[in-house]
């Protein structure tokens, strides 16, 4: 029997369903190809729900399982609501889409036309849907756009979420929203511009927040990043500030990259006298800017930076999962070198000697090259296949099972002994297992690819981490860095009140449900 997948999104252009959540539309857009699969007698294999707002297919993860899906040949045909939900894309992203389907000889079902990309009439009529598709979305961002820019210059607050100090509020007899103080932050933000004017620096200012248990918003432990994003928000002298989020775009790995870079000097982008009541009047702010012009930077960056720290995106906190950095103690301490975890005011995990930890890392290294080393040169990953693929049998035993319970399903309504409810009801649980057996047998199939791609290639751990280890001492931080990424994926520290250390690594391997913890290795300080 023929299969079939359903493609549902909610896109933020929608106008027909714009007073609608993403959940309502999706639900509607779902009972349209319903009724369209069940008049046709279309067999649905799996549904596809779209929730993330983006263009391209690279912020789309839904969309990307189904075109790698549909590449496999695993259906039939695609049903969507109409061709914009599939792409809105650049030219690159429609064309990508256009071969999937063609390649596959996979068709694309709408209420209104069925998509045969073998058809040459049909994959021109397709290409140009797409094309139109993509021209509406300029045409309704550039319209999205105008229309932010309007509410900006009339005040109206256009984030979703209100800044630290005030509510969000919905406007009286208008569309758009606003802000009022809110009684228990407002006071908060106050001090904090108070302390500052009387020359306390950002990360004195969080200090004083944590130690009087003043919590954030969210109930996590006040940064000198925070301090310091509250001191240059010209919302608490009341205005609307637009364009400081700067967007840059560059190609990586053959996908669109998107970087967000926030703007701190009010000269950089637009200001506007906003319709909410200021918690700071401009004079104080405006003083306050002056304050932070002038200021030197906490940390000098120099104009080429050095990696010191060879552990950088790799070693995180046993205890709170935050990052571990490397921190250079003050000329008292004798300028002394730590670990320490960016979350220790909240977290009890203690700093420790960077060159302790650093060869505690190395020697749980080598016990694990040597345990590594004897596994792939005697047994290799033989037993995890083997395993792997009686998995693979058996779910695909359970696939076929239950596609013969489909069929005969099929065959009993048709016989008129299950009423069209009953059937609809029977089908649903039946496609959902399938759904879900088939996604198991997927996932045990690309587990064991990456088995069988280590096991012939006696894996690049061993060299790697042979060079590395041969040559630590002679290499930079920066060429240390590097080869411990191609080694591990992560490293978690933990220090004890007794001053014990203790390292997990977690290699490079196949993923294979949790991840595989290397060596572990402790010491004290």
Excluded at 161 to 187: H, Q
Aim: proline share 3%; charged share 30%.
């Amino acid at each position: 029997m023929e299969q079939y997948a359903k493609y549902l999104r909610k896109s933020r252009f929608d106008r027909d369903y714009a007073e609608l959540s993403v959940e309502e539309t999706l639900k509607r857009h779902e009972a349209i190809l319903d009724r369209l699969a069940e008049e046709r007698g279309y067999h649905i294999a799996k549904t596809y729900h779209e929730v993330v707002s983006g263009e391209s297919i690279a912020a789309r993860p839904m969309v990307q399982q189904l075109l790698a899906e549909v590449n496999a040949g695993l259906y039939a045909g695609v049903l969507v609501v109409d061709l914009e939900r599939l792409a809105r894309g650049n030219s690159a992203d429609q064309a990508y889409i256009s071969q999937v389907f063609q390649f596959s000889e996979t068709k694309i079902i709408t209420p209104a036309k069925v998509y045969d990309p073998g058809n040459e009439f049909d994959e021109e009529y397709f290409e140009f849907g797409l094309f139109m598709s993509r021209r509406e979305y300029k045409t309704i961002n550039r319209r999205l756009i105008r229309g932010r820019e309007s509410s900006a210059s009339e005040g109206k607050y256009l984030g979703s979420i209100a800044p630290y100090g005030y509510r969000r509020v919905k406007l009286k007899n208008e569309k758009g929203y606003t802000l009022e103080p809110d009684p228990e932050e407002g006071p908060v933000v106050r001090k904090i511009f108070d302390l500052f004017l009387r020359q306390e620096g950002t990360k004195k200012i969080a200090n004083f927040l944590n130690s009087a248990s003043i919590p954030t918003r969210h109930g996590e432990p006040w940064t000198y990043a925070t301090i310091s994003n509250i001191l240059a928000n010209p919302v608490y002298m009341g205005k609307i500030r637009r364009g400081y989020c700067k967007q840059t775009k560059s190609v990586e790995n053959g996908q669109v990259v998107k970087r967000v870079r926030h703007l701190k000097n009010m000269a950089d982008y637009t200001v506007f006298d906003g319709l909410h009541p200021a918690l700071i009047d401009e004079k104080t702010f405006q003083r306050v800017q002056e304050i932070r012009q002038g200021k030197q930077p906490a940390a000098r960056v120099k104009d080429s930076h050095e990696l010191r720290n060879a552990f950088a995106g790799l070693m995180y906190c046993a205890c709170c999962g935050k990052r571990v950095a490397r921190t250079t103690m003050a000329a008292s301490q004798h300028g002394r070198v730590r670990v320490r975890c960016v979350n220790m005011r909240a977290c009890h995990n203690a700093t420790a000697d960077y060159a302790l930890v650093e060869q505690a890392i190395i020697d749980a290294l080598r016990q694990w090259l040597d345990g590594y080393r004897v596994k792939i040169e005697t047994v290799g990953f033989a037993e995890e296949i083997a395993g792997e693929r009686a998995q693979a049998e058996k779910l695909a035993l359970e696939i076929q099972r239950i596609q013969t319970q489909l069929d005969n399903a099929y065959d009993l309504v048709e016989q008129g002994l299950y009423t069209p409810d009953f059937f609809k009801a029977r089908r649903e649980k039946l496609n959902a297992a399938l759904s879900e057996a088939e996604s198991k047998k997927t996932a045990v199939e690309k587990n064991i690819a990456q088995l069988e791609e280590q096991d012939a290639s006696q894996s690049s751990l061993v060299p790697n981490t042979e060079a590395l280890l041969e040559s630590y001492d002679e290499m930079t931080p920066a060429e240390r860095n590097k080869l411990l990424k191609a080694v591990l994926r992560r490293i978690e520290y933990r220090k004890g009140s007794d001053g014990k250390i203790t390292i997990d690594l977690f290699p490079q391997l196949p993923r294979l449900g949790p991840q595989e913890r290397a060596a572990k290795w402790a010491s004290s300080e």
